[in-house]
Nanobody, 120 residues
Framework: VQLQASGGGLVQAGGSLKLSCAASGTIYKINDMGWYRQAPGNERELVAVITNNGNTNYAESVKGRFTVSRDNAKKTVTLQMNSLKTEDTDVYYC???????????????WGQGTQVTVSS
């Protein structure tokens, strides 16, 4: 199973970016999909998560600005980031809870990380 993230970049404060992540490989079912971020020396923290039923949960710091969505048929998760702030600068990672087959248990898979830089 591989997760391929894309969409990071440099944007001015107040601007928008959209991150996308696609899962591929042998996949029977995907449960939660989400986005995390991590700054150097810090722990990885949750940004937003979405269940396979479409329920969402957000970090307090991004509520009202970020929107997570998914396409179950395409096995993708997207993070629309609006009203970006300099403190949103981080490396963003997508994650998926994947069951590869009926005989496999759930396991977390991570994307490679994409840099988001917000300038003042």
């Amino acid at each position: 199973v591989q997760l391929q993230a894309s969409g990071g970049g440099l944007v001015q404060a107040g601007g928008s970016l959209k991150l996308s992540c696609a899962a591929s490989g042998t996949i029977y079912k995907i449960n939660d999909m989400g986005w995390y971020r991590q700054a150097p020396g810090n722990e990885r923290e949750l940004v937003a998560v979405i269940t396979n039923n479409g329920n969402t949960n957000y970090a307090e710091s991004v509520k009202g600005r970020f929107t997570v969505s998914r396409d179950n048929a395409k096995k993708t998760v997207t993070l629309q980031m609006n009203s970006l702030k300099t403190e949103d600068t981080d490396v963003y990672y997508c994650k998926a809870e994947v069951r590869r087959s009926l005989t496999f248990g759930l396991r977390d898979y991570w994307g490679q990380g994409t840099q988001v830089t917000v300038s003042s």
